[in-house]
Each structure stands twice: as structure tokens, then as C-alpha cells.
């Protein structure tokens, strides 16, 4: 799911998915097509070439036994019909057939013919190599004589397995060979009627040299089957691999040629035959498939290969041009991930002259008029601040101011000329240190001088009734803080808390440091305190927000103190300001916080 989120939301990915996809199905059907196409061209093709080197072979053993079988010319030579006649011969008509035996093989040159026999049907032979001979049994027992005897018109090709009894017929024996048998009768030329048998004896080797020297792939063969189905000739690569033997011919092979795959010892071998017409006997080709179809796996690696360069080298061309085409897109997109994250300097620098360069343009135009908006909404936001500052602040001087005023016509009225002049020549003072020069910011100590002569007016007042106490530490006196702060607090400890009880008063003034960050001032009295119901409803008008309509008039009880923990929302933000404690009847304390700047 990741993944195709991932994909879906990026139009590179997208872009790349659509390119592949139109790109590798294209050459995956061209690919497929082809070497499906080139697999069966180049499978054919070997299984034809394998079956022509078979049939070479069977033509090669054909030409053998045909050029052979021209010595069956000799039972058609007059004296050689006439000593298979006679009943008695002499040595010169021996001699003369084995002259003419001689001249035969200087004339076609049979290297491989070991020897010539002829007997007749009473056992009275004549060979190359032992002269005249005759046996002592009845050539009729051999079923071979006696099959030609039936079927004059036959040449049999006996195998070695089957013609070890010719040997001795002549009583010559091929101790270190095997040789191969052709069997031909010789009849009389009028009557047709069989009269004795030629037997031309073949060195096998020459067959065995043909099926061990042509091969098939790598480690294929070829072997050779009787008409029976028996293997007469094995190559040496074949003994180790079961090659089918029994009586009769396997189905397989029945055609005159053809191909099939079998699969031996768990291996799929290629299998192709072809009979000979000469000799009946069939040639048969066996090699691993993997061998023959080698051509076919490598145009299939090479056809694998290709789709793997193709799609590679497509891909390539994407990244390159999608390079061009979606990087100006990120670059953009991430310019405008840090400019919603409020970096109105992640400006995009154009390249090129296309769409996505006007977009661009556009985007850092649009940058800059936000940044003349916030700009212009953050002066705005100034100036309404401080109109709202200088309207609190109008609010608490008139209602300092007529306060003291009271209290000085107090003490005229009651004839106290020296503390009437030592009031108003505190109150100067503290006005003078009010107006600063028109700065909103002071610093502590300034602030605790203005709240020391505002007690020490309103000491001349209240003489019997209020003390005071400034205690807070000299390091804390040199942080600024807004002017005008602690005197609207501590006016409302003497008027709420001090002046309704009876006895002597006191009000305390200490500080501290909070966490490392802020600075804390405490106004503590032990005046009458604060009705739990209307110390709820005092903190709620200071949780109102900024722009809530304040208490009318300092008959409320809140004016004062509401007037402040405006003023301090509004500069330091609503982490900030006053915090209410009391407890009916033993006193009250008011808690101002602000960051230690």
C-alpha cells in the first residue's frame, strides 16, 4: 500500500510506471515472439541437421556394403559355377578362382573385406584364405542357407553376433575380430536352381569407426539395431547409457526415419533413426536435448539480454528526460513546502523558458506580494497594539490620578499644610518617573521607585492603618518590564484588601526567578481577602480573551487589575500575565509573570 501511495503521488513515479509499461510489454511480445520463433527455427534445425548426419551415416554404410556386394559378381563366373557343378576339380580351376578373387579386390580395393567363401550345397568350398575345403555336415542346417534357399532373390547382412559359424566353414577362424556376414546364393544361370552359397566376410571395425567418429552435439552417438531390435554396433559413449534392446523392433523406430525426445535417467535426450535399405538395419542418434538446442538457450540468453539492454537503455532515456521535465517541478514543489512552512525567502530561480519557468516566475511574484502583506499586517498590528497600550495606560493614570487627588483635598480640608506639600511634591515625582520620556519600557528598579512613592503617598493617608515592604533581589532590578504594572496591583491590595480591615496593614512586595526563563512579583497583603465567589468570578474576567469589553469602573473590584493582565497578554502573549490567589479573611496575593528578558 506504501508503495502505491507512493507512486500515485508523485508524478515521476507515474511517469516512470507508464514509460516502462509501454516500453516492456512492446519488447517483452517482440522478445517472446522471437524466441518462440528462433527457439522452434533453431530446434528444427538441429534435430534436421542430426537426422541428415544420421542419414549420412546409414549412406556411408550403404556405399560399404554396396560396393562389397559387387564380389557376389563371382557366383556368375563360369568356372566358379562350374566347381560348385563338379564333382571333382583340380588344382588349376582352385587356383584360377582365387586369381580371379585377387583380381576383384585389386580392383575395387575392398581393404576391409577379410575373406571370400564359397561352398555348394554338399559342403565342397573354396575361400581366399584356405583354398579348397569341405565340411562335414550339411550347410542346409544354417537357417541363413536354408532362408536364401526358400528366397533365392535375397543378400543377407549377418551381424557379428550371428555370423561366428561361417568362420568355420572354411575352418579359419578371426580369433581378435568380429566380422560381419553377406550371404548371397549362387543358381544355376538356366534353371535358376541354387546350387551353393557365397559368403564375403567384412571387418566390423569399419562400421564401429563410423559410429564412433561421427557424434551428435558434444557427447551424443550413435548406434546401431538388427532387424530385431538388438544393438549390433555400440560406440564406447554409449555403455554407460541404457540403450533400448529386446526382441522385436521398438515401436518407435518402425518408421523409415523420424525424431523423438525420451527421458533417460531423468534426463531428456534427443532420439533420431533411420533404417537403412540396404542392410534393414537402423541407425540410431542420442544425445542430451540441452546439447542440441544449445543455439536455441543462447538466442534465448541473447534475446534476454537485448530486452534487458532495451529496457535499461529506455529507462535511461527517461531519466534523462524526465530529469529535465519533473526536477523544476520538485525544486518547485519543495520551494513551496518551505514557503507554507512560513519561509518566504525560498525563492525558485528560473531555467529555461518554458511553462514551468513562468510558474516559477509567478510563484516567487507571488512570494514577495505576501511578504508586502505581512509586512504591512504586521505594521497595522503595531500601531493597533500600541493605541490599545496608550488607551490602558489613559485608563490607569486619570484613575491613579483621582485617587491621590482625593487625598489631597483630604488632608487640606483637614488643615495638613507640610503633608499636603510633601504629597504633592511625591506625586510630581512619581509623574515625572511615569512619563520617562515617553517610553513604554522601564526597567524594575524604576518600577519599584514609582510603586515606593505611590505607598509613600498613600502612607500619608493612611498612616495608622498601612506598612509596606519592598523586598526584591538588586539582580532582578536591571531586566526591563512595562511601565505602570505594579502600581494598579498594589492599589488594589490597599483599597480591597487593607483599608476595609481593622488594624494595622501591610503589603509586600517580593521577587524571583521561575525556571530560568521568567521573573515572578508577588503583591501580597493581610487584608480582608477574597469572597471565594468573587475570587472565581475576578479569575474568569482574567481568562476573558484580549478582546473581551473590560469591567466598568473601579467600583468592580477588577478594573485595575484587568487593565495589567491586558497589557501583558498583549506584549508577551497569553502564557503571560497575572495569576489571583486569596483567602477570605487572612489576605490576598497577586502573582505577575513575565519572560526574563
Request: with cysteine; charged share 25%.
Amino acid at each position: 500500500m506504501k508503495l502505491i501511495r507512493r507512486i500515485t503521488s508523485s508524478l515521476r513515479a507515474k511517469l516512470l510506471v507508464m514509460f516502462i509499461i509501454l516500453t516492456s510489454i512492446p519488447l517483452l511480445v517482440v522478445g517472446l515472439v522471437s524466441y518462440q520463433k528462433s527457439y522452434h527455427t533453431v530446434s528444427d534445425h538441429s534435430k534436421a541437421s542430426t537426422i541428415l548426419v544420421a542419414d549420412q551415416l546409414v549412406r556411408n554404410i550403404d556405399v560399404l556394403f554396396q560396393d562389397t556386394q559387387k564380389l557376389l559378381e563371382l557366383g556368375n563366373n563360369p568356372k566358379v559355377l562350374h566347381f560348385l557343378i563338379s564333382q571333382s576339380e583340380t588344382n588349376a580351376e582352385a587356383k584360377e578362382i582365387v586369381r580371379t578373387f585377387e583380381m576383384y579386390r585389386d580392383t575395387y580395393k575392398y581393404d576391409s573385406v577379410l575373406n571370400i567363401q564359397m561352398v555348394n550345397l554338399y559342403g565342397k568350398g573354396i575361400s581366399e584364405r584356405r583354398g579348397l575345403f569341405q565340411i562335414d555336415h550339411n550347410p542346409l542346417r544354417n537357417p541363413h542357407f536354408v532362408q536364401l534357399t526358400n528366397d533365392p532373390g535375397l543378400v543377407l547382412k549377418v551381424p557379428p553376433s550371428s555370423s561366428s559359424e561361417f568362420d568355420r566353414l572354411d575352418g579359419f577362424t578371426y580369433p581378435d575380430k568380429s566380422v560381419i556376414s553377406i550371404i548371397a546364393p549362387i543358381q544355376q544361370r538356366i534353371t535358376n536352381e541354387v546350387i551353393g552359397f557365397i559368403v564375403i566376410d567384412l571387418d566390423d571395425s569399419i562400421i564401429e569407426q563410423f559410429c564412433d567418429n561421427v557424434t551428435i552435439g558434444k557427447t551424443g552417438f550413435f548406434y546401431v539395431l538388427d532387424p530385431q531390435g538388438v544393438p549390433i554396433f555400440k560406440p564406447s559413449a554409449g555403455e554407460q547409457i541404457n540403450i533400448p534392446a529386446g526382441n522385436g523392433m521398438p515401436n518407435q523406430f518402425t518408421d523409415t526415419s523420424g525424431s523423438f525426445v525420451q527421458k533417460i535417467d531423468g534426463n531428456k535426450n534427443l532420439v533420431v533413426h533411420v533404417r537403412s535399405q540396404t542392410t534393414d538395419w537402423t541407425i540410431i542418434g542420442m544425445a542430451p536435448l540441452r546439447e542440441i538446442i544449445f543455439e536455441a538457450n543462447e538466442i534465448r540468453m541473447l534475446i534476454i539480454a537485448s530486452v534487458i539492454l532495451s529496457a535499461v537503455f529506455a529507462i535511461a532515456i527517461y531519466i534523462s528526460l524526465t530529469q529535465r521535465l519533473t526536477r523544476p517541478i520538485q525544486i518547485l514543489k519543495n520551494k513551496m513546502k518551505q514557503a507554507a512552512s512560513g519561509y518566504l525567502e525560498a525563492k525558485v530561480k528560473p531555467a529555461g523558458h518554458d511553462e514551468i519557468t513562468d510558474l516559477s516566475n509567478s510563484f516567487n511574484i507571488m512570494l514577495e506580494n505576501i511578504k508586502l502583506l505581512l509586512e504591512k499586517s504586521i505594521r497595522e498590528q503595531e500601531q493597533v497594539q500600541k493605541a490599545e497600550l496608550r488607551i490602558l495606560q489613559a485608563q490607569i493614570n486619570p484613575h491613579f490620578l483621582y485617587n491621590t487627588l482625593e487625598s489631597i483635598i483630604w488632608m487640606a480640608e483637614a488643615g495638613k499644610n507640610e503633608s499636603v506639600i510633601k504629597l504633592v511634591k511625591a506625586l510630581s515625582r512619581f509623574f515625572r518617573l511615569t512619563l520617562n520620556k515617553g517610553r513604554e519600557w522601564i526597567s524594575l528598579k524604576t518600577e519599584l521607585e514609582h510603586v515606593q512613592s505611590y505607598l509613600t503617598i498613600q502612607q500619608m493617608r493612611y498612616r495608622d492603618i498601612l506598612s509596606y515592604e519592598i523586598d526584591v533581589p538588586a539582580e532582578l532590578q536591571v531586566y526591563p518590564m512595562l511601565g505602570m504594572t505594579l502600581q494598579p496591583l498594589v492599589e488594589n491590595a490597599l483599597y480591597h484588601g487593607i483599608k476595609n480591615k481593622r488594624g494595622m496593614g501591610n503589603i509586600r512586595i517580593t521577587g524571583y526567578v521561575e525556571n530560568e526563563r521568567n521573573i515572578i512579583l508577588n503583591v501580597e497583603d493581610n487584608g480582608i481577602g477574597i469572597k471565594p465567589e468573587r475570587l472565581a468570578e475576578l479569575r474568569r474576567q482574567l481568562e476573558r480573551p484580549k478582546d473581551a469589553e473590560l469591567p466598568d469602573g473601579p467600583g468592580e473590584g477588577g478594573f485595575g487589575l484587568n487593565n495589567v493582565h491586558q497589557r501583558l497578554r498583549l506584549y508577551f502573549g497569553d502564557h503571560y500575565g497575572l495569576q489571583l490567589d486569596s483567602i477570605e479573611g487572612e489576605g490576598a496575593r497577586i502573582s505577575l509573570r513575565i519572560p526574563k528578558k
